[in-house]
């Protein structure tokens, strides 16, 4: 049963994730009006929202765009960072709706940025605590449980993350509109690519729900 979740939900991601990169590449090709790219739509939206102490870099890799809380920096991927597109003002709004959120202490980002600690350290010792666990369940329970409450911490960052993600497309969205970024004729590629990425988390979230409820399961129906 274990191995059925996670080949079936890996190929939910694939074809997710597969979908998510034809859809950027179709929308790249996309200008907006203004003619703007990526850091220009991240600089403006941060400015229109009265942020002026996060900075805005370039990274290396391809949809490796995310926002950092620690050092306040927005960091786009090359084709983003230097790219008029829709696909591009998308990816840059939204990473800048964390930092919006980040400064207006929303509080399920909040609640993330304090889990990290905790996953980081459930994420690299979990799988050896679950595996040991499953060899030893029936004559050391404790250590299972200690793994399921691990992955459980994990579980409760995806689930924490969906919020996070889903809010900070909405306030890209609104944004893009409002200023002008999009119009009727693109704002739809535009919509269509955040919900595409939000996928991604969604289908993360539900596949570790299904893995933390596979080894609980475990671990009830073991002998007594």
Not at 24 to 41: C, H, L
Not at 86 to 98: D, I
Not at 123 to 145: A, D, E, K, R
Not at 208 to 223: G, K, P, W
Request: aromatic share 12%; with cysteine.
């Amino acid at each position: 049963m274990g191995w059925i979740i996670f080949i079936g939900f890996a190929l939910i991601s694939y074809l997710i994730q597969a979908n998510l990169k034809n859809k950027f590449e179709r929308y790249s090709k996309i200008p907006v009006d203004r003619g703007m790219t990526g850091r220009d739509v991240a600089l403006k939206m941060l400015h229109d929202n009265g942020i002026y102490d996060v900075d805005v870099i370039s990274t290396q890799g391809s949809l490796t765009d995310h926002y950092n809380p620690t050092n306040k920096t927005v960091n786009l991927s090359e084709d983003v960072y230097n790219t008029c597109s829709v696909a591009a003002a998308a990816v840059a709004a939204h990473e800048c709706g964390h930092a919006v959120q980040h400064a207006r202490a929303y509080a399920p980002l909040k609640l993330r940025s304090g889990l990290v600690p905790i996953v980081s350290f459930a994420s690299s010792w979990m799988q050896w605590v679950l595996l040991i666990g499953m060899f030893t369940i029936n004559s050391f329970p404790q250590i299972m449980l200690f793994g399921i409450a691990l992955f459980a911490m994990t579980t409760l960052f995806s689930l924490v993350t969906l919020p996070v993600e889903i809010d900070a497309s909405r306030r890209a969205l609104a944004w893009l509109s409002s200023a002008g970024i999009t119009n009727y004729s693109n704002h739809k590629a535009a919509e269509s690519a955040l919900r595409s990425a939000a996928y991604t988390y969604v289908v993360a979230a539900l596949g570790s729900l299904a893995t933390l409820v596979y080894y609980i399961l475990i671990y009830t129906s073991r002998r007594e």
